[in-house]
């Protein structure tokens, strides 16, 4: 597996986070507002420590390369309703979402990487989790791959909250 190293997002990150979510491979995907203003109030709030999702910047050979972060399922009580509505899993959970917003950094296991290491390190700090979760959209192969590559199950395909998803489980 590649080897990346996280850190905690930091206000000095958020140009690039901005640039990121504007790369169309990433726009294409990401469900919440990417405009600039958007994503500089999301993530000043995670910085702030105003909202309970945390992000981490992923940084291979020492360069910034996406953003992954994690959030219990329930501290989103809309999303957690959709994500149970499978019957796939049970609470508590942790949920998982990533991008890689460099482009020249796509296709090259940084995703699979990270998203192994944010989600053991999730499931040893939080004990009395059952598992971490992560539903991409079906037709996001690359996405769904990495969750693959990174040892997650998928368990369920269908909608979620109205839109084609796989249910991807990395159990205790």
């Given amino acids: 597996?590649?080897?990346?190293?996280?850190?905690?997002?930091?206000?000095?990150?958020?140009?690039?986070?901005?640039?990121?979510?504007?790369?169309p491979h990433v726009a294409?995907?990401?469900?919440?507002?990417?405009?600039?203003?958007?994503?500089?109030?999301?993530y000043a709030d995670r910085i702030a420590g105003r909202?309970?999702?945390?992000?981490?910047?992923?940084?291979?050979?020492?360069?910034?390369?996406?953003?992954?972060?994690?959030?219990?399922?329930?501290d989103h009580p809309d999303w957690a309703d959709a994500l149970l509505a499978t019957g796939a899993f049970a609470v508590p959970a942790a949920g998982l979402d990533y991008l890689i917003g460099d482009p020249s950094a796509t296709g090259?296991?940084?995703?699979?990487?990270?998203?192994r290491q944010l989600a053991l390190r999730t499931l040893?700090?939080?004990p009395h989790l059952e598992?971490?979760?992560?539903?991409?959209?079906?037709?996001?192969?690359?996405?769904?791959?990495?969750?693959?590559?990174?040892?997650?199950?998928?368990?369920?395909?269908g909608p979620i909250a109205d839109v084609e998803s796989y249910l991807y489980l990395l159990r205790r």
């Fill in 108 to 115: 090259r296991g940084l995703a699979s990487a990270a998203i």
């Fill in 131 to 157: 598992a971490v979760v992560a539903a991409p959209f079906t037709d996001n192969i690359a996405s769904w791959r990495a969750l693959e590559r990174a040892g997650f199950t998928r368990t369920y395909t």
């Fill in 51 to 74: 909202e309970p999702t945390e992000a981490f910047i992923i940084e291979a050979a020492g360069r910034p390369v996406g953003l992954i972060q994690r959030y219990l399922i329930a």
């Fill in 28 to 42: 294409r995907w990401w469900e919440a507002p990417t405009e600039p203003a958007a994503v500089r109030r999301r």
């Fill in 124 to 126: 040893d700090r939080d």
């Fill in 1 to 23: 597996m590649a080897d990346v190293t996280l850190r905690p997002l930091g206000t000095d990150d958020l140009d690039t986070v901005v640039a990121w979510f504007a790369e």
